[in-house]
């Protein structure tokens, strides 16, 4: 089995060692052939060297993405400094317009009340006190209602309660009412 190798391997030699490419010219037709033996004595040509030129192997390429990759990389590494450099830098004091507000109040330069509370609240201090608002009137609980025609009902202090659908109402304030069991309930 090792001679059938050796054999096989020493004749694949031989032949790349042979392979040699002709070109020949017919000198009465002039037609152009190809041979891998010389050329006949009614044909002129000769041996043509042909070289493995066609080979790509990519390798400038490989080159190229290599450094496209390095530039990357590199460019993403500056960005990084520049941003930790930015961080590191002292800042300048941004003008407060609470703490100018608050200064303006301090001086007493708030003419107006609004004005000095706004500065309080804004300083920490208390604000200076109004008078309290006067509390809602109580929403007033259900009214016997009096009498009732196709427009609306009558309630015992004289308000009007007007007819919307079956049992709705509203009432002269624009509340809506609802009557039930001869009394008048209104939100």
Not at 82 to 92: I, W
Request: with cysteine; glycine share 10%.
């Amino acid at each position: 089995m090792m001679k059938v190798l050796i054999a096989c391997s020493l004749l694949g030699f031989s032949c790349l060692a042979s392979a040699q490419v002709f070109k020949c010219i017919d000198d009465k037709t002039k037609k152009i052939t190809f041979s891998d033996v010389p050329c006949p004595k009614t044909a002129s040509g000769g041996y043509v060297d042909v070289r493995p030129t066609n080979r790509f192997d990519g390798g400038h390429l490989r080159q190229h993405s290599a450094q496209e990759r390095a530039a990357v990389a590199r460019r993403a590494y500056e960005r990084e400094l520049e941003a930790q450099q930015e961080a590191m830098r002292p800042r300048a004091a941004a003008p407060n317009p609470m703490a100018e507000a608050c200064a303006e109040a301090m001086k007493g330069r708030l003419d107006s009340r609004a004005a000095r509370n706004r500065a309080a609240v804004l300083c920490g201090q208390p604000q200076t006190i109004d008078e309290p608002a006067p509390m809602p009137a109580p929403a007033a609980g259900p009214s016997r209602v009096g009498k009732c025609d196709a427009n609306g009902c009558w309630g015992p202090g004289g308000e009007r309660y007007n007819h919307r659908s079956g049992d709705r109402f509203t009432g002269t304030d624009g509340r809506p009412c609802r009557l039930h069991n001869g009394q008048m309930f209104c939100n």
